[in-house]
C-alpha cells in the first residue's frame, strides 16, 4: 500500500492532545518533513502491519493517550 498512490485523497480530521501534537511537530521539524507526512506514514505503517496479525489494541488506554 503506497501512501500517496491512490487517486482519490480525503481529508481526515483527528484530535489530539496537546503533547502529541508537540510531538510530532518536534519531530517532523528533527527529520525534515511535514506533519501531515508523519501521519500518513504511521498509519500506512499500522495498516501495513494489520494485513500480517491481529493488532494488539489496548482500548482501556485509548482515552488516557
Known sequence: MGMIA?????????????TQELGLKELAAKND???????RHAVSK????????Q?????GRRHSL
Open 6 to 18: 491512490d487517486k482519490e485523497i480525503v481529508r481526515v480530521t483527528a484530535s489530539l492532545p496537546r
Open 33 to 39: 518533513v511535514s506533519v501531515s507526512w508523519l501521519i
Open 46 to 53: 499500522l495498516l501495513n502491519e494489520s494485513e500480517d496479525a
Open 55 to 59: 493488532l494488539q489494541l489496548d482500548f
